[in-house]
């Protein structure tokens, strides 16, 4: 049974910063995060894979940064410089292929339950 449970979300001023984690049971080769903000459709924020490819979106480019320890079973994005428009629910994913939104669906095959930034 694959578990993904995500901490560290909360409030924050524009400009500050956050730390998301995601401890995980299994790695996959593609492990992130996907962001949804109220009455908007998914983003896949950042992806790491097994072989060290990272990607981002281009709004968070420069600004956050995506790792994982897998001596602790742990995915973090150290998430800096936040701005308004961050604000969304953040969900840690994985998939043994890759994370990608197709069609305004997101495409992971194992999510955890979420958590909340708010930016204001």
């Known amino acids: 049974h694959v578990q993904l449970v995500e901490s560290g979300g909360g409030s924050v001023q524009p400009g500050g910063s956050l730390t998301l984690t995601c401890t995980y049971s299994?790695?996959?080769?593609?492990m992130g995060w996907f962001r949804q903000a109220p009455g908007k459709g998914h983003e896949a924020v950042a992806e790491i894979t097994t072989d060290g490819s990272i990607d981002y979106i281009d709004s968070v480019k420069g600004r956050f940064t995506i790792s994982k320890d897998n001596a602790k079973n742990t995915l973090y994005p150290q998430m800096t410089n936040l701005k308004l428009e961050d604000s969304a629910m953040y969900y840690c994913a994985a998939d043994p292929r890759e994370l990608a939104v197709v069609a305004g669906t997101p495409l992971a095959d194992h999510w955890g339950q979420g958590t909340q930034v708010t930016v204001s």
């Open positions: 299994h790695e996959f080769k593609a």
